[in-house]
């Protein structure tokens, strides 16, 4: 097999039959004719491959969704119009009321939320089992788990194996959200997890202009997701949007070790500075979870680093946070620009303030995805940015 650098450019994607076209066209087409009734008949029936209608499928779309079950080693993929629309498709695919969800946090605020709110109509149970750990949470009626690679935004890093190998002795399905690792620098599915999902608006589009979601795993599972998502819920993705995660994908390789590289400089930068109390960073010695990161990751410790002020509170956060000049204050991740927001307020203030503390979401917390800028002129911006606390 190749290396993940040659396949992130050539998988899924081949020069375009008719034209020769290399850059995989967009198919920008509601509806495909299918010539007679009959055809159109057996294509509706499943009984013949091809395209009928976007919404089901769509060979731009098809495309990405090759390009990104081959970088995570799945045998099948489904795009989404966004990372939340796959959260969304995958639960209603998969659980049924009286089904228990089991999920070890934090998570993006956004999903916990979603989580919740299913739980909530359709009498699914979810239990966070961040402190009680994951065996003690599993009961007969636990049906999936859920992770994420690297939590958003504390940047705490899962077991993977150990939590594959928990779920899987009974007959449980895991979800591993790698939004923030990529396959670059984590493949779940090698390592027992059974659904990968991605918010690929981050680092899989890479330049934070398109927003899509993905779910990849064994073409039973996938396909249950892609009837309920697609067939039902009607959350495809845009032809024009896939382009641009096809585009987008071809250099993630290159653009995840510069954000590595960035995300280190300031790291250890942000570790040595008097007005940090805490720094968040895999790649730091100190991270409590450095060695298992360094045993279950390859080439690098990403790109987020999330850091905590010494004191101050969220009026100390602002004043940093409104001082900075490269980093753009906004939410969202993984642009080759870099970007700096205050979670308690934003990525996180759709979960309760109890629940933000369990998780360690504090007001002084600021959370950074490092671009791929040069790391001097990242590490002197916030350095004049936490000037500003004397
Ligand atoms: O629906 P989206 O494409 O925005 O993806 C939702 C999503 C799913 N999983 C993870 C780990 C995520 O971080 C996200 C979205 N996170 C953004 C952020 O944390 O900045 C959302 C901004 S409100």
Request: one cysteine or more.
């Amino acid at each position: 097999m190749h290396h993940l650098r040659t396949r992130a450019v050539h998988a899924g994607q081949r020069p375009d039959p008719t034209t020769g076209a290399i850059a995989t066209p967009i198919a920008q087409t509601t509806a495909f004719g299918y010539g007679t009734l009959e055809r159109g008949a057996a294509l509706f029936a499943g009984e013949l491959p091809g395209y009928r209608y976007s919404r089901f499928a769509n060979p731009t779309v098809a495309a990405l969704e090759a390009k990104l079950a081959d970088l995570e080693g799945a045998s099948s993929a489904v795009a989404f119009a966004s990372g939340t629309a796959a959260c969304s498709a995958l639960l209603l695919a998969l659980l049924r009321p009286g089904d228990e969800l089991v999920f070890l946090g934090p998570l993006y605020g956004g999903t916990e939320g979603l989580l919740r709110a299913y739980s909530e109509r359709w009498g699914i149970q979810v239990r966070d089992a961040t402190a009680s750990g994951l065996e003690a949470a599993l009961t007969p009626a636990t049906r999936m788990v859920w992770v994420e690679t690297l939590t958003n935004p504390t940047l705490r890093v899962h077991d993977l194996a150990a939590v594959a190998r928990t779920a899987r002795a009974r007959g449980i399905t895991t979800v591993a959200d790698n939004t923030f690792c990529t396959p670059c620098l984590v493949r779940p599915l090698e390592l027992g997890v059974d659904l990968v999902l991605h918010s690929m608006t981050k680092y899989l589009g890479g330049h934070g202009d398109a927003t899509g979601g993905v779910v990849a795993g064994s073409e039973a599972l996938v396909r249950e997701v892609r009837r309920t998502g697609l067939g039902q819920v009607g959350g495809n993705l845009a032809p024009q949007e896939a382009f641009l995660f096809l585009r987008g994908v071809k250099t993630l390789p290159l653009r995840m070790a510069a954000h590595c590289v960035g995300a280190l400089a300031v790291a250890r930068s942000l570790a040595a500075h008097p007005a940090v109390r805490a720094v968040h960073y895999p790649g730091l010695q100190s991270h409590p979870q450095h060695a298992l990161a360094q045993r279950q990751w390859q080439g690098g410790f990403g790109g987020m680093v999330t850091f905590e002020l010494a004191s101050g509170g969220r009026s100390a956060a602002a004043a940093v946070l409104d001082r900075l000049q490269l980093f753009t204050q906004a939410v969202s991740l993984g642009d080759v620009d870099s970007l700096a927001c205050h979670p308690a307020s934003t990525t996180h203030s759709f979960v309760s303030a109890e629940a933000r503390a369990a998780a360690g979401v504090t007001e002084e917390m600021i959370r950074l995805s490092v671009g791929i800028e040069h790391p001097d002129d990242l590490v002197a911006d916030l350095e004049q940015a936490l000037g500003v606390l004397g």
